[in-house]
């Protein structure tokens, strides 16, 4: 695990070392350069794999291939096999790519299972390649402009020399919809990120790039009919996240696991319960998972340990906690994970695994069972449709009844036309919506910003491109059946788990006490709504925003994640291009 940043066109080399400096807590273990004429290149190192070897940058036999790489190729081993021709010098991951180019060049990256993004300059070509993995696990954002590109690993490097400028259509689509990181562009005007499965290609002669694909999410036509044998498919899926989960336990540091107390991570920590595992758990809240914590602890015997995080702690930590993610965050339950993180650090640990994926793979929020519900009624599968809607009645009844009491008109409280976003009828169509853009990458920036700020990588053996493959080419009533979401996933793995968790229906992660927490800082709230820097914003219809909020303290409505987007754009503004303190 690295971070990784560099720069063509021009000469700086006070920038490349202050660019190396801000990403410090990617790699505290090494750093070095790769420089020659207009081709700037930097790293920094998390020894993970090879400690004593491994150091970047990496080279092929006659260096005329030059290799920074950020992540881990899970892998290696069985691709090293095929490359017997070649020399290697390490015993790591990242020498593999390049005599992978070598023999299959860009296309070949595709065949590379793990996480990464890293550059590869072919000296010989003229071209150098910015990479990112299947599923944009391993961020890098690159601005490219007359003839020059700066890219990085987080884009606090790259403001190192590119002037920070808010991206108003990013910023407005944010504050309306909650929708963030689902296209290239950042909320930083010019700033964009290298899509998942994909490469950036940058000709060294004429300072023009490509942007190219080498992997793409399964399409419609990737879905079987239904599958022969049923304990043939429900074998086959434990088949592959086993071995998913067992390549991602490679490591000469400690790992550890992220425990929420749901089905995701339930099954990991089960899956290997000789690791400690991290929890954020609150006592009295509506969204403790304590008991389910402690359902697992008990089953595997772990050496367990657990965070309180409070609402204080909350506001001190928060400049800290918008400085390592760059962008807004859809809600504050990215605070839980970060103290989790902050924990496992102090424990020693440097590499955690954690069940990230599995709600926008296997349909694990409740809505998703109204979109099941509208691809029944348009295949005129009425009588399963009944079945479903009955069995399900116990989720979507109080869903229903939580969606009349929170919603008012959100729309009114931004000068901004609200978007039309349809809603897919289609349930595979709508998880790889929200797999490839609108849920999880941001879920997954959040993931790796988190952990990179204390020095951890963190690992997801749900996103393997083998499982995520298989998974959506099954008929959707493996993925929801009889009103069970997860349902491959419960029958595969229902030995392992603690009948308590394989049984359980509601979802809720990592996640705080949200409406408590806001309401219980209202003064704190009203002070930044009422601030000089708040009414100066252009994004905000600032009367109706703090008669919105009144009525949110008095209980009117819960819908406390508009008034945290809120909060998080305003504070973000004050960090970024306001250059001032985020004051609360």
């Given at each position: 695990?690295?971070?990784?940043?560099?720069?063509?066109?021009?000469?700086?080399?006070?920038?490349?070392?202050?660019?190396?400096?801000?990403?410090?807590?990617?790699?505290?273990?090494?750093?070095?350069?790769?420089?020659?004429?207009?081709?700037?290149?930097?790293?920094?190192?998390?020894?993970?794999?090879?400690?004593?070897?491994?150091?970047?940058?990496?080279?092929?036999?006659?260096?005329?291939?030059?290799?920074?790489?950020?992540?881990?190729?899970?892998?290696?081993?069985?691709?090293?096999?095929?490359?017997?021709?070649?020399?290697?010098?390490?015993?790591?991951?990242?020498?593999?790519?390049?005599?992978?180019?070598?023999?299959?060049?860009?296309?070949?990256?595709?065949?590379?299972?793990?996480?990464?993004?890293?550059?590869?300059?072919?000296?010989?070509?003229?071209?150098?390649?910015?990479?990112?993995?299947?599923?944009?696990?391993?961020?890098?954002?690159?601005?490219?402009?007359?003839?020059?590109?700066?890219?990085?690993?987080?884009?606090?490097?790259?403001?190192?020399?590119?002037?920070?400028?808010?991206?108003?259509?990013?910023?407005?689509?944010?504050?309306?919809?909650?929708?963030?990181?689902?296209?290239?562009?950042?909320?930083?005007?010019?700033?964009?990120?290298?899509?998942?499965?994909?490469?950036?290609?940058?000709?060294?002669?004429?300072?023009?790039?490509?942007?190219?694909?080498?992997?793409?999410?399964?399409?419609?036509?990737?879905?079987?009919?239904?599958?022969?044998?049923?304990?043939?498919?429900?074998?086959?899926?434990?088949?592959?996240?086993?071995?998913?989960?067992?390549?991602?336990?490679?490591?000469?540091?400690?790992?550890?696991?992220?425990?929420?107390?749901?089905?995701?991570?339930?099954?990991?920590?089960?899956?290997?319960?000789?690791?400690?595992?991290?929890?954020?758990?609150?006592?009295?809240?509506?969204?403790?998972?304590?008991?389910?914590?402690?359902?697992?602890?008990?089953?595997?015997?772990?050496?367990?340990?657990?965070v309180y995080p409070k609402v204080f702690e909350f506001w001190q930590d928060t400049e800290k906690l918008i400085s390592a993610q760059d962008e807004p965050m859809i809600s504050?339950?990215?605070?839980?994970?970060?103290?989790?993180?902050?924990?496992?650090?102090?424990?020693?640990?440097?590499?955690?695994?954690?069940?990230?994926?599995?709600?926008?793979?296997?349909?694990?929020?409740?809505?998703?069972?109204?979109?099941?519900?509208?691809?029944?009624?348009?295949?005129?599968?009425?009588?399963?449709?009944?079945?479903?809607?009955?069995?399900?009645?116990?989720?979507?009844?109080?869903?229903?009844?939580?969606?009349?009491?929170?919603?008012?008109?959100?729309?009114?409280?931004?000068?901004?036309?609200?978007p039309n976003n349809k809603v897919s009828n289609n349930l595979k169509s709508r998880l790889r919506k929200d797999l490839f853009y609108d849920s999880l990458p941001a879920l997954?920036?959040?993931?790796?910003?988190?952990?990179?700020?204390?020095?951890?990588?963190?690992?997801?053996?749900?996103?393997?491109?083998?499982?995520?493959?298989?998974?959506?080419?099954?008929?959707?009533?493996?993925?929801?059946?009889?009103?069970?979401?997860?349902?491959?996933?419960?029958?595969?793995?229902?030995?392992?788990?603690?009948?308590?968790?394989?049984?359980?229906?509601?979802?809720?992660?990592?996640?705080?006490?949200?409406?408590?927490?806001?309401?219980?800082?209202?003064?704190?709230?009203?002070?930044?709504?009422?601030?000089?820097?708040?009414?100066?914003?252009?994004?905000?219809?600032?009367?109706?925003?703090?008669?919105?909020?009144?009525?949110?303290?008095?209980?009117?409505?819960?819908?406390?994640?508009?008034?945290?987007?809120?909060?998080?754009?305003?504070?973000?503004?004050?960090?970024?291009?306001?250059?001032t303190r985020v004051k609360i």
């Open positions: 695990m690295c971070g990784i940043f560099g720069f063509i066109g021009y000469k700086d080399d006070y920038l490349l070392k202050t660019m190396g400096e801000c990403l410090s807590h990617r790699g505290p273990d090494d750093e070095d350069y790769f420089k020659k004429d207009l081709v700037n290149l930097g790293y920094r190192r998390l020894s993970i794999i090879d400690v004593k070897k491994s150091f970047q940058p990496l080279f092929n036999e006659d260096k005329s291939i030059v290799l920074l790489f950020n992540g881990e190729i899970y892998n290696f081993g069985e691709l090293r096999e095929k490359l017997s021709k070649h020399k290697f010098i390490t015993d790591g991951d990242g020498e593999t790519i390049i005599h992978w180019y070598e023999e299959h060049g860009p296309f070949g990256f595709k065949d590379l299972n793990g996480m990464f993004a890293f550059t590869l300059y072919d000296l010989k070509k003229g071209k150098v390649y910015l990479v990112r993995d299947h599923f944009g696990i391993k961020p890098l954002y690159y601005y490219a402009q007359n003839n020059q590109i700066i890219y990085a690993s987080e884009i606090k490097a790259i403001l190192k020399k590119i002037k920070a400028r808010p991206n108003t259509k990013v910023i407005r689509n944010y504050l309306l919809t909650r929708a963030h990181d689902n296209t290239d562009e950042t909320f930083f005007t010019g700033i964009k990120r290298i899509p998942f499965g994909s490469y950036l290609e940058w000709d060294i002669k004429t300072g023009k790039h490509t942007m190219n694909s080498f992997w793409s999410s399964p399409s419609e036509a990737s879905i079987t009919k239904e599958p022969v044998n049923e304990l043939e498919t429900i074998n086959k899926f434990r088949e592959l996240f086993l071995d998913s989960v067992k390549l991602r336990l490679i490591s000469e540091v400690p790992v550890g696991t992220a425990l929420s107390g749901g089905l995701d991570s339930s099954a990991v920590v089960c899956t290997v319960p000789n690791l400690k595992t991290f929890s954020a758990v609150f006592p009295g809240g509506v969204n403790n998972e304590e008991d389910y914590i402690d359902e697992v602890v008990a089953k595997t015997g772990v050496k367990a340990f657990k504050t339950g990215p605070y839980a994970q970060w103290k989790v993180m902050e924990k496992a650090r102090a424990e020693g640990i440097k590499v955690i695994i954690d069940g990230q994926g599995v709600d926008e793979m296997l349909a694990g929020y409740i809505p998703y069972h109204f979109v099941y519900f509208k691809e029944l009624l348009g295949k005129k599968d009425y009588l399963k449709l009944i079945v479903e809607i009955i069995m399900a009645r116990d989720l979507i009844i109080p869903l229903i009844k939580s969606k009349f009491k929170s919603q008012f008109d959100v729309g009114s409280l931004f000068p901004f036309t609200t997954l920036r959040y993931e790796d910003h988190n952990s990179m700020a204390f020095s951890i990588e963190s690992r997801v053996p749900f996103l393997d491109y083998r499982l995520v493959e298989f998974v959506l080419s099954l008929p959707s009533n493996y993925i929801i059946r009889n009103g069970w979401n997860k349902w491959i996933m419960r029958q595969a793995l229902k030995d392992l788990l603690p009948k308590k968790i394989a049984t359980r229906r509601w979802k809720v992660g990592f996640s705080t006490p949200e409406v408590a927490w806001l309401r219980q800082s209202a003064e704190k709230i009203r002070e930044i709504f009422q601030s000089k820097t708040f009414l100066s914003r252009p994004y905000f219809n600032h009367a109706k925003i703090q008669a919105a909020f009144e009525d949110f303290v008095s209980g009117k409505n819960d819908d406390s994640m508009v008034f945290w987007r809120i909060i998080n754009v305003e504070l973000w503004l004050r960090q970024y291009f306001d250059q």
